[in-house]
T-cell receptor, first 116, second 112 residues
């Protein structure tokens, strides 16, 4: 499978715990994105990497959120001290550079986070 | 403030043609019009993109009038498997394609 892989697919955690998600992009894509999607809404941009450099962060990405992409390959998104409002689907996408005006993006199937 | 407006939901029957219209009144000269599709428990998937007039691929057609302030996604002869949410994205500038902006989308339900 040469698509974008995300792990885990589902995560249930207690409020206050830390969680970490992993994304493996398409290997030849050097751009990687994280989005968050709540029920009934479209995905919202969180952050963007060009290789290992984090170049953009949304104001949605509070101090409790941190993303890394060591060596420009896979990426991790960590949420510290989770809150119930963090419950959402976290989507990862990758694209080649240049970005292809939206048609070169490939999304993973997401990680569904439930904070109880 | 959302830059696109599309219906919240639509129902159709198998075999019918479905047209979903999106308005994007603030589109700029360099902007492209892009539609994505999302099935339950999956990430969004690119369907089609256009700049003007008509674009057709194996999945859909996209009709764009001369003023480009709206676009219509046309799905020919839908089947049950076309039930999904269809997003008309905020127009994408040729100068910046790093961030996709989705609205709430149109939930299309295809009935037998």
């Amino acid at each position: 499978d040469t698509g974008v892989s995300q792990d885990p697919r589902h995560k249930i955690t207690k409020r206050g715990q830390n969680v970490t998600f992993r994304c493996d992009p398409i290997s030849e894509h050097n751009r990687l994105y994280w989005y968050r999607q709540t029920l009934g809404q479209g995905p919202e941009f969180l952050t963007y990497f060009q290789n290992e450099a984090q170049l953009e962060k949304s104001r949605l990405l509070s101090d409790r959120f941190s993303a890394e992409r060591p060596k420009g390959s896979f990426s991790t998104l960590e949420i510290q001290r989770t809150e119930q409002g963090d419950s959402a689907m976290y989507l990862c996408a990758s694209s080649p550079s240049p970005g292809g005006l939206g048609y070169g993006y490939t999304f993973g199937s997401g990680t569904r986070l439930t904070v109880v | 403030l959302a830059k696109t407006t599309q219906p919240i939901s639509m129902d159709s029957y198998e075999g019918q043609e479905v047209n979903i219209t999106c308005s994007h009144n603030n589109i700029a000269t360099n902007d492209y019009i892009t539609w994505y599709q999302q099935f339950p428990s999956q990430g969004p998937r690119f369907i089609i993109q256009g700049y003007k007039t008509k674009v057709t691929n194996e999945v859909a057609s996209l009709f764009i009038p001369a003023d480009r302030k709206s676009s219509t996604l046309s799905l020919p002869r839908v089947s049950l498997s076309d039930t999904a949410v269809y997003y008309c994205l905020d127009p994408i500038s040729s100068g910046s394609a790093r961030q996709l902006t989705f609205g709430s989308g149109t939930q299309l339900t295809v009935l037998p």
